[in-house]
């Protein structure tokens, strides 16, 4: 914990600890979680340490005892601790008694949500502002206030910075790695979940060749909204016998279970006159490390561009895919931060689209879109200027998301702000 990161989420948590009984981080394994409860735990009961899972399957009741906050982690192994606790809180709801970690939803359900008294709270891989690239600049907070901000601020980072970060990977214990040690770790991480997840979920993968061969197709489909008959077609190019439908949504389903992909819903508002919107969702991985790894992609190839995998159509180079990857797994940080949700917006003849919808509780937005450019023209906010036609006082503030060097806002009003400069 020496080179513990600080994490946007931790003022979420700690807020939340004041007042509420029982709160539980999920994410996908080795993003932290388990660093950051421990931080503010006095008591521990590691599930995936076989000498206390022993002596707990013995004694469950020592789950809920001992000086609070006790932390559970991986509590999924334990299914029934979340029913254990629950009924803890039952009894007594003071504030700061339990904090539980998850990197996966368990294949045995708790017998009750839990809702009213656990609450969930969702950590990602770092993003680009909590990796310490740059000192950010632009608040997203400032964005959805609906004041249209001054922006400003300068950035050193540049599209090489940004290639390396999506290969580095926000896990906090990989990206200080050297880089064949941190293949090493993405390659095991991977294997893991082939290997071992989908069983540990109850999913028996009879074929783990498919499932690794649709996973990297999937990779493939970062950043776009192609049908998954695409991405089961890409996976098996030139074969006739390709898995069942029900095969790839199941695969789908249980990385979901693993918060290995989070994809981006589609913005389906329903209090303007805007029509014609598709619903299918944007592809993503957890983290553009994932992607770039299944790809068998560094930093040097993907500016290259030389890239030739699975064939997925896509609009743009495969590191403008995975640029857009980072920026939304940033975002969707940043929102989180500022109790609002993250969608895309795109016409169903796909004339018009919007990269990320960032939508207040009260349905008014930021619209962003993301550019892997450092110069911005009037083509690049086209676009966000028909948003903006289309919902009016709605549209809180519109930005473009690039590699360059400054934050600053056009004639038009429209934002400009390098990736690295844009926090919560």
């Given amino acids: 914990m020496e080179n513990y990161l600080p994490r946007i989420v931790e003022l979420e948590l700690d807020e939340l600890l004041t007042g509420l009984p029982a709160i539980s981080i999920e994410g996908p394994r080795a993003v932290g ?53 629950r009924r803890e809180v039952d009894r007594d709801p003071a504030a700061s008694r339990f904090l539980l970690t998850g990197s996966a939803a368990p294949a045995e359900a708790p017998t009750h949500t839990g809702a ?18 740059t000192e ?47 293949r090493v770790q993405l390659d095991s991480y991977l294997e893991r979940i082939v290997e071992h997840d989908f069983n540990d979920l109850g999913r028996r993968v009879r074929d783990r060749r498919s499932l690794q061969r649709w996973l990297t197709a999937f990779a493939a489909a970062s950043s776009t909204t192609a049908s ?15 898995p069942a439908r029900s095969t790839t949504i199941g695969y789908r389903r249980v990385l979901e279970q693993l918060w290995i992909i989070e994809e981006v819903p589609a913005w389906l508002p329903t209090t303007n006159r805007l029509r014609r919107q598709a619903a299918s969702p944007v592809h993503q991985l957890a983290d553009p490390a994932l992607a770039a790894r299944l790809l068998g992609v560094g930093a040097d190839a993907l500016i290259d561009g030389g890239y030739a995998g699975p064939a997925i159509p896509r609009d743009g180079t495969l590191l403008g895919a995975l640029f857009e990857s980072l920026v939304t797994l940033s975002v969707r940080v940043y929102a989180q931060a500022n109790e609002a949700r993250v969608s895309h917006l795109r016409t169903r003849a796909g004339e018009r689209e919007v990269d990320l919808i960032v939508e ?39 930005a473009v998301i690039t590699t360059g060097p400054e934050a600053y806002r056009r004639a038009d009003g429209i934002g400009v702000i390098p990736a690295a400069l844009l926090t919560a």
């Avoid at 950051?36 to 521990?44: E, H």
């Avoid at 076989?50 to 013995?58: D, N, P, S, V, Y």
């Avoid at 998954?228 to 390709?242: F, H, M, Q």
Wanted: without cysteine; aromatic residues 4%.
């Fill in 228 to 242: 998954y008959d695409t991405i089961r077609d890409a996976a098996t190019p030139g074969e006739s016998d390709k």
């Fill in 33 to 85: 979680k388990t660093e950051t409860a421990l931080r503010r735990a006095r008591t521990v009961h590691r599930l995936d340490d076989a000498l206390q899972m022993e002596i707990l399957r013995a004694e469950p009741e020592r789950l809920v005892t001992g000086e609070p906050p006790v932390l559970i982690d991986e509590w999924q192994r334990m299914p029934y601790s979340w029913d254990l606790v």
């Fill in 136 to 182: 950010p600049t632009v608040s997203l907070g400032g964005l959805l206030n609906g004041r249209r901000p001054r922006l400003e601020g300068a950035s050193g980072v540049g599209l090489g910075d940004y290639a390396n970060e999506i290969v580095r990977s926000g896990f906090p214990a990989m990206r200080t790695l050297p880089p064949r040690l941190l």
């Fill in 116 to 133: 009213g008294r656990i609450i969930t709270v969702r950590m990602r891989p770092l993003s680009l502002a909590e990796r310490d690239v």
């Fill in 360 to 398: 207040r509780a009260d349905g008014r937005v930021v619209a962003l879109e993301v550019k892997l450019s450092a110069l911005i023209d009037d083509r690049d906010v086209r676009h966000l200027h028909w948003l903006a036609e289309r919902i009016g006082p709605d549209l809180l503030d519109a």
